[in-house]
């Protein structure tokens, strides 16, 4: 199937250092732009050195606890080096081999990666595609991004047309603790509104509406109590179908742990997304809803 590969630790990937730029509305003057952070994992700059990221949001309300966990999911989906397969070569050799999985994939394409002999099987996105072709020879050079960090470093507003017209968003807490069955996956319940506008969240279902076609920006973060017996994870789930799983079997630890992530989503209107909690402590484990606001999630539009 390939011809070359290209495998090591992701370091491109890694972003352990993040500096938040808010772009304050001021009416009747110049959008300001507000920094915050840097907010940093002091672990992983102490592995791999600084790696720094910014990224700009437009919001209607600036508030700083919501922006300080926005970054806090960037790091934890992001500051963790690993050993990926980066890049493959593949050798089109037929006319059998002129198909979407192969000479004919696509920037953004998702793909399963497999390499046996270092036990490797990822989930990845075509970031790069290079075309090789010379006389008997014909070489499909790709490069690969992480299917579970950030996909864009830039969360970006609808055009404005000079009025007060807001991108659709849609920011959610937990409010007070939650407990979370053994061996179950659950839709977290975001009990408390701290903004929103034209996305609906349906208390019952736990489920935020897509109002119309479009991509979509998502950041989360489920922190659950300390108990250090087995594995947490997230998924985000699309029409209640998992489109991305998040800590990768993360342990927890006797101390607060929090799992979180961000993602930019292309959604029809109507389609639901839920955040889905999972823990294998042995009992049941309280998800923490506090003033804190570590168990959250955001949505927004940022356009078609």
């Known amino acids: 199937m390939y011809r070359d590969l290209d495998v090591d630790f992701n370091t491109e990937e890694i972003v352990n250092q993040v500096t938040v730029k808010f772009l304050r509305y001021v009416p009747g003057a110049d959008t300001e732009e ?6 940093s994992d002091t672990a ?5 050195g600084r790696r720094t990221g910014t990224y700009t949001i437009n919001r209607s309300s600036e508030d700083a606890l919501v922006i300080e966990n926005y970054a806090k999911a960037i790091l934890a989906a992001n500051s963790t080096g690993a050993v990926r397969v ?7 050799n037929q006319a059998s081999d002129i198909t979407a999985g192969k000479a004919l994939l696509d920037l953004q394409d998702r793909v399963t ?3 046996a002999k270092r036990g490797l099987n990822q989930t990845s996105r075509v970031q790069g595609i290079s075309h090789k072709i010379t006389p008997g020879k014909w070489d499909v050079e790709l490069t690969f991004k992480s299917d579970t960090t950030v996909a864009i470093p830039t969360e970006i507003p609808e055009v404005q047309n000079g009025t007060t017209a807001r991108s659709p968003l849609a920011t959610r807490v937990l409010g007070s603790n939650f407990s979370l069955t053994n061996a179950s996956y659950t839709n977290v319940p975001f009990d408390t509104a701290v903004e929103s506008n034209g996305i609906e969240y349906n208390t019952s279902s736990r489920w935020f509406t897509a109002p119309k076609d479009g991509r979509y920006s998502v950041a989360f973060g489920v922190q659950y109590n300390g108990n250090a017996t087995g594995s947490r994870y997230v998924r985000l789930l699309v029409n209640q179908n998992n489109y991305r799983r998040y800590g990768d079997g993360q342990t927890g630890t006797t101390s607060l742990t929090q799992v979180g992530g961000v993602a930019t989503i292309y959604l029809r209107k109507g389609d639901t997304l839920s955040v889905n909690a999972y823990q294998a402590s042995g009992s049941a484990l309280a998800v923490i809803g506090d003033a804190n606001r570590g168990t959250f999630a955001e949505m927004t539009y940022l356009g078609i």
């Open 34 to 39: 507000i920094f915050y952070g840097p907010y």
């Open 44 to 48: 992983s700059v102490s592995t791999w």
């Open 86 to 92: 980066n890049g493959a070569t593949l050798g089109i």
């Open 113 to 115: 990666v497999k390499y």
